[in-house]
Nanobody, 121 residues
């Protein structure tokens, strides 16, 4: 299983970005895909997760971020609106058999290379 995150960039507060996680080697339809981020000097944290049956968000991004999946394209998206400076970090996607009921990175594997998001005025 290989995952590749893309779509990061430099934006100003209040702007939007859409991240993509392209999955290869397996059919996306059987897996949960999580988005995680790591800010400088901080531990990696869960942002959002989507499985064939459910989706979850960290409290810090609820109402601003939307996760979606296109099984035909084997791609998961993370639409990020109203970005804040605290959203800055390297965003990674990873795969697991379920979301574990939330956004914890426990059990996730096949971590792709991250994509950097910088929110700054």
């Amino acid at each position: 299983v290989q995952l590749q995150a893309s779509g990061g960039g430099l934006v100003q507060p209040g702007e939007s970005l859409r991240l993509s996680c392209a999955v290869s080697g397996v059919s996306l339809g059987y897996y949960a895909i999580g988005w995680f981020r790591q800010a400088p000097g901080k531990e990696r944290e869960g942002v959002s997760c989507i499985s064939p049956s459910d989706s979850h968000y960290a409290d810090s991004v609820k109402g601003r971020f939307t996760i979606s999946r296109d099984n035909a394209k084997n791609t998961v998206y993370l639409q990020m609106n109203n970005l804040k400076p605290e959203d800055t970090g390297v965003y990674y996607c990873a795969a697991h058999l379920s979301c574990n009921g939330g956004t914890t990175p426990r059990g996730f594997g096949s971590w792709g290379q991250g994509t950097k998001v910088t929110v700054s005025s």
